[in-house]
């Protein structure tokens, strides 16, 4: 859980973002809270099992990494975007302090076709 400057927890969320949470989705404001609190849930149950009560990280880097099974054009920017609920969820599990550019940068965005469709958030303190 530690790299050369500080802590670092890998969460890995089986599947690629929620379709519903992307920019382009047009959802009932009630309905996209629905899939935001799914997202904020799962990721903050994925981070507490390895984070446990540990302080947050101050100011930290997050760098995503989205895996698919198919070859499918996909925008990045889209996916990115649909993480937001990750890095909120991240907030209230106490892994990161905040989400504002003080406290949380964006790192490397990275799409890999290797045959599997999972989202791998990498968060450094820095």
Known sequence: MRNKQ?????VIIEHLPYAELSPNARLH????????????DEIGWLAKVRWHDDKPMMKAKISYEFHTADHRRRDLDNLLSACKAYQDGLIEAGVIFYDDAAHLEIGSVKMIQDGQDKTVLGIEEL
């Open 6 to 10: 500080g802590r670092a927890l890998t």
């Open 29 to 40: 404001w009630s309905e996209k809270a629905k899939w935001v609190k799914v997202a904020k």
